[in-house]
């Protein structure tokens, strides 16, 4: 199964060099397990025990699994925002821990080679508007898999 993202989003970002890349999500399911097999490398944050559990199960060698809220995630995240060569996908409940707060988050610890995936940009617009008033983005709105639409947006800079 694939993850709930945009189909032209898949369809580049799966033509990129991504060999040596991190993968850390926010927001944990079925796309745990889809890049999990793309990625040697993934930390993946969840907020739903249920959902954090199944993954547990499945013992994927190459995923760190975090169980998170609202008030432990800053302590659980920042040390992995540190690694080189990230690539962050923010796509957690929102009604559980804003977006924008990751967001923000994200912003304030990761180093200048990351690169950050937002999920349903234009349901979460403060989240959005943050990121691409500093960075820039390529915005990928379209059909997911469910043929439901929304937007996936990456963010990157100069660096990358």
Do not use: Q
Request: proline share 2%; net charge positive; aromatic share 14%.
């Amino acid at each position: 199964m694939k993850p709930l993202l945009t189909n032209n989003f898949l369809d580049y970002f799966l033509k990129l060099n991504l060999k040596d890349k991190t993968f850390l999500e926010i927001g944990a399911g079925d796309s745990t397990i889809f890049f999990s097999k793309i990625f040697k490398k993934m930390a993946s944050f969840e907020d739903d025990e249920t959902i954090f559990n199944n993954l547990k199960k499945l013992r994927m060698s190459n995923v760190r699994m975090f169980l998170f809220n609202d008030t432990n995630i800053e302590n659980l995240l920042v040390p992995c925002l540190y690694e080189s060569s990230l690539i962050i996908l923010i796509d957690n409940n929102p009604n559980k821990t804003t977006r924008i707060k990751v967001a923000k988050l994200v912003h304030k610890h990761i180093k200048k080679d990351a690169i950050i995936i937002l999920d349903n940009g234009e349901k979460n617009l403060d989240a959005y508007w943050f990121l691409k008033s500093r960075y820039y983005c390529l915005d990928f709105p379209g059909k997911r898999y469910d043929n439901t639409y929304s937007l996936t947006t990456m963010f990157f800079n100069e660096s990358n």
